[in-house]
């Protein structure tokens, strides 16, 4: 069994579309024993007609995601993570990127209003292991993985999405930050390169951290 770090009870790993963050998490999980939090993005009747039609489709998909979104960190807030870590695959702050990408101002405006009465008292993580790739590493990770409804994801929104999350990270302090290039590292399928990441993680002291396999 693999030993994180005891500080770290709620560990998020976040990053834009095929970046490989839903994979680490599990992987993490699995390793250390610990509970998982995943999205739900299958679950999400709006999804595959926003991928078609962003116009017709893009606030309900948006909504969809922020009530589920929610309703996951509530639960979150009544877990003990003193006694047990939990790795989740999202955080809420990062619902707003989506929409900032996707919706019209009107829209937009909607939705603030409903993220501000909605979003509930979450707890910080721990540790946050933002995913980086170039954009055509997302583009082709997207591609290859063959998820029937993501065939309808332009390039550039991709393009775009990373670029948002980029941003995001570069602003970010409510957590320690550990910022992972994963264009050559295989979570899944190469253990070492698990191996090389958790090693990182022990050796973090600062609040921002970066690895890059070969540097």
Do not use: C, W
Request: glycine share 6%.
């Amino acid at each position: 069994m693999t030993r994180l770090p005891d500080k770290y009870r709620y560990i998020v790993v976040e990053g834009p579309i095929g970046a490989g963050k839903t994979s680490l998490a599990r992987v993490m999980a699995e390793r250390s024993g610990s509970s998982l939090l995943l999205e739900e993005p299958d679950t999400n009747p709006f999804l595959p007609g926003f991928y078609q039609d962003r116009t017709r489709y893009a606030l309900p998909a948006q909504l969809y995601f922020l009530f589920q979104r929610a309703k996951q960190v509530r639960a979150l807030n009544q877990s003990d993570l003193f006694t047990s870590v939990t790795i989740a695959d999202f955080m809420l702050e990062k619902d707003p990127l989506f929409a900032g990408l996707t919706l019209s101002d009107d829209e937009l405006t909607l939705y603030d209003q409903v993220y501000a009465s909605l979003k509930p008292r979450a707890p910080a993580p721990d540790l946050v292991i933002y995913l980086q790739a170039s954009p055509e590493t997302l583009v082709e990770r997207v591609r290859q993985r063959g998820v029937a409804y993501e065939r309808g994801i332009p390039d550039e929104y991709l393009v775009r999405l990373a670029e948002t999350y980029a941003r995001f990270f570069y602003q970010y302090e409510a957590a320690p930050v550990l910022t992972v290039n994963s264009e050559n590292l295989n979570f899944v399928d190469q253990p070492g390169d698990f191996d090389l990441l958790l090693e990182r993680i022990h050796a973090m002291r600062g609040p921002r951290e970066f690895f890059n396999l070969g540097n």
